[in-house]
C-alpha cells in the first residue's frame, strides 16, 4: 500500500490511506467484506450533514412542485424575452420560498462518483482483499466470471445491487422545475444510470459491489429519516 512513494494527491491522500485503513479493519475483524462495509457506513456518517442537505433539497422541491407546475403552464406558449424575465422573477421567489438551492441537488452524484472511484483504486492495489471472502463469495471474483463458471449464487449480488441501487435513486430524485418535459427526462436519465450500474456490476469485483450496496443502502436510510423529519 505504501509503496513507491509520492504518486501524486489523489493516491497519495486519498487512495493509499483508504486501502492501509480496510486493510487494517479487515485484520481487525477478521473479514475484508465487513472492513468495506463498515469504512462506507463511517465515510457516510462523517459526510452526513453534506447528503442530508441534498436530500432535504429534493423533499423541498416536491412541495414546490405544484406552484412550479402554475408557474410553466403560465408561461407554456409565451417565448419572448420579457415573459421568460418574468417567469424565472416568479420561480426564484419560489425557490427563495422553500429555500432551495438548484445546485444542492448535484452534489450528491459528484461525492458519490470520486468515493466510488477511490474505492475500486484502493481495493484494486491490495491483492489481500482479493484473496478474501464474505458470506461465501469471493471478493476478487466478478459475477460474470462466476456465472460463466456455474457458481450462480453470485447473481443474488446483483440482484441486491440492482434493488439499493432503483431505490436510492427512486428516492433522491426531486421535483422538476422545468415541467412535465424536463421531468421525463430526468426520470429517463435515472433509468439509464440504473441499467448502466447494473451492466457494469457485472464486471466489477464482489468487494466493489459490497462498497456500492452498503452506501446505497445507507442512501436509502438517509431519506426515510429526512422525509420523516419533513
Known amino acids: 500500500i505504501t509503496s513507491g512513494g509520492y504518486e501524486g494527491i489523489w493516491t497519495t491522500i486519498f487512495v493509499k490511506p483508504l486501502a492501509w485503513v480496510i486493510l487494517k479493519l479487515g485484520t481487525l475483524v477478521k473479514n475484508y ?37 402554475r408557474i410553466n403552464k403560465k408561461y407554456e406558449n409565451k417565448s419572448d424575452n420579457d415573459s421568460l424575465m418574468k417567469k424565472n422573477e416568479e420561480l426564484l421567489m419560489v425557490y427563495k420560498k422553500y429555500k432551495i438551492n438548484p445546485l444542492s441537488s448535484c ?63 427512486n428516492m433522491n430524485k426531486g421535483a422538476s422545475a422545468g415541467g412535465m418535459d424536463t421531468e421525463k427526462q430526468m426520470q429517463m436519465m435515472s433509468k439509464i444510470m440504473l441499467v448502466f450500474i447494473v451492466y457494469a456490476s457485472f464486471t466489477l469485483s464482489t468487494a466493489i459491489c459490497m462498497y456500492w450496496i452498503a452506501s446505497s443502502a445507507f442512501t436509502i436510510f438517509q431519506n426515510i429519516l429526512v422525509k420523516r423529519v419533513k
Do not use: C
Not at 48 to 68: C, F, R
Not at 128 to 150: R, Y
Open 33 to 69: 467484506g465487513l472492513s468495506i462495509i463498515i469504512i462506507t457506513i463511517l465515510i457516510r456518517l462523517i459526510m452526513y450533514p453534506i447528503t442530508k442537505k441534498s436530500a432535504m433539497q429534493s423533499e423541498n422541491l416536491k412541495k414546490a412542485q405544484p406552484e412550479l407546475d
Open 107 to 169: 452534489l450528491f452524484a459528484f461525492i458519490q462518483i470520486p468515493l466510488l472511484f477511490a474505492f475500486i483504486e484502493a481495493i484494486n492495489r491490495t491483492p489481500a482483499i482479493f484473496e478474501g471472502s464474505f458470506l461465501g463469495l469471493h471478493l476478487g471474483v466478478t459475477p460474470w466470471t462466476a456465472l460463466k463458471s456455474g457458481q450462480w449464487w453470485y447473481l443474488i449480488i446483483v440482484v441486491i445491487l440492482a434493488l439499493v441501487t432503483y431505490y436510492s435513486l
